[in-house]
Nanobody
Framework: QVQLVESGGGLVQAGGSLRLSCAASGRTFSGSTMGWFRQAPGKEREFVAAIRWSGRSTYYGDSVKGRFTISRDTAKNTVYLQMNSLKPEDTAVYYC??????????????????WGQGTQVTVSS
């Protein structure tokens, strides 16, 4: 059973930083794409970042490009999201996911079939 466990969320002031972690288990991920999405109350799930497990490719949503960095540690089966220069509009529950349907674009939630429980990020003014 694939299991994804996010951690690292919390409350920070605008301009601050957080690093989220996603511990993955249950299968090999060598051919996978790992994604980070976020969802604020009343809004649709939004693409944040994605990385090929190989590390060859990374992708970022326009709203976080230049501020967030996705990376992975293959030895630990863990994906990270380093979030810098945080803004109040970054406030959301952040989810990590593993893709199952590569026919879908990397930024589409429909590409991913396994999701973590989410971790809350709150950015205050």
């Amino acid at each position: 059973q694939v299991q994804l466990v996010e951690s690292g969320g919390g409350l920070v002031q605008a301009g601050g930083s957080l690093r989220l972690s996603c511990a993955a288990s249950g299968r090999t991920f060598s051919g996978s794409t790992m994604g980070w999405f976020r969802q604020a109350p009343g809004k649709e799930r939004e693409f944040v970042a994605a990385i090929r497990w190989s590390g060859r490719s990374t992708y970022y949503g326009d709203s976080v490009k230049g501020r967030f960095t996705i990376s992975r540690d293959t030895a630990k089966n863990t994906v990270y999201l380093q979030m810098n220069s945080l803004k109040p509009e970054d406030t959301a529950v952040y989810y990590c996911a593993v893709d199952t349907y590569p026919s879908e674009p990397y930024y589409s939630p429909r590409r991913y079939d396994y999701w973590g429980q989410g971790t809350q990020v709150t950015v205050s003014s």
